[in-house]
């Protein structure tokens, strides 16, 4: 399937899969993708960590998991960070276990980034859940925004062709060998020229977010890579 996505859709469509289908490896982690009937004792536990979550209550109202599914998502990712927040390193050491062939560090620091949404440093719960709300249950133009954002690197509301290229070689980078046939060296910058011929209407060497969202949704590929994951949960 990759190989297929990398030589037909180009870049730009594979960045967004990127983006669902590193969320779904993290699901993958936290042992979270299949369901148990476990009791409400996980509310009883939220105060046992150092970082306290909302109430499920209020997780249950910003996002579109279920009470139950929100259960099960904070059991897993209290076993695995007992402190309540995962830092950029953790999520760097998550991301090298599962693409083990290259070098994910880069693309998990801007992945890590766009979970961080008050920019302290650090995923809280509330963090997790509210990306990954939009990420598998969001409306499309909700994911968009999502990937805008990571695109968006400095976060002045504009993808420039020095920000897109350090995204592709990220995916690059942590794709390693497993593309085939190999990309060479200068495929990201072609994909990046591609890209913005397409996106940047008006030509100033930027792509606003209404630039973006309107190209993504006129993409077939793009718009079919939105559905992937929808029913992971």
């Known amino acids: 399937m990759l190989n297929a996505i990398w ?3 180009g870049l ?18 936290l042992g979270l993708i299949s369901f148990s009937e476990d009791s409400v004792e996980d509310e009883l536990e939220l105060s046992a960590v150092r970082h306290r979550p909302e109430g499920l209550e209020q997780l249950e109202a910003q996002t579109r998991f279920s ?8 059991r897993g990712f209290k076993n695995e960070c007992p402190s309540g ?20 560090s880069t ?17 809280s719960f509330e963090d997790f859940v509210m990306g990954l ?10 994911k968009l925004n999502w990937a805008f954002n990571l695109y968006d690197i400095n976060k ?7 920000e897109m290229l350090d995204i592709m070689k990220a995916i690059y980078d942590m794709m390693g060998k497993c593309t085939y046939p190999v990309l060479k060296e200068e495929t990201p910058r072609q994909h990046v020229e591609v ?3 397409k996106m940047d209407k008006n030509k100033d060497g930027v792509v606003t977010i209404d630039e973006f969202i309107d190209c993504c949704q006129n993409d077939e590929n793009i718009m079919r890579s939105m559905h992937l994951f929808e029913n992971v949960l």
């Not at 009470?67 to 099960?72: A, F, M, P, S, W």
């Not at 002045?156 to 020095?162: A, L, Q």
């Open 7 to 9: 030589e037909t859709e």
């Open 12 to 29: 730009q469509t594979v960045g967004i899969v990127v983006l669902v289908f590193a969320s779904i490896k993290l699901l993958h982690l």
């Open 67 to 74: 009470r139950k599914e929100l259960q099960i998502l904070y």
């Open 85 to 104: 927040v995962v830092n950029e390193e953790t999520f760097k050491d998550i991301y090298a276990q599962f693409f083990p062939q290259g070098d994910a």
């Open 107 to 123: 693309y998990a620091h801007f992945l890590f980034n766009a979970f961080d949404t008050d920019h302290n440093g650090s995923v």
């Open 133 to 142: 709300s939009i990420l598998l249950r969001g409306s499309v133009q909700e």
């Open 156 to 162: 002045d509301g504009y993808i420039t062709k020095e």
């Open 195 to 197: 890209f913005f011929q």
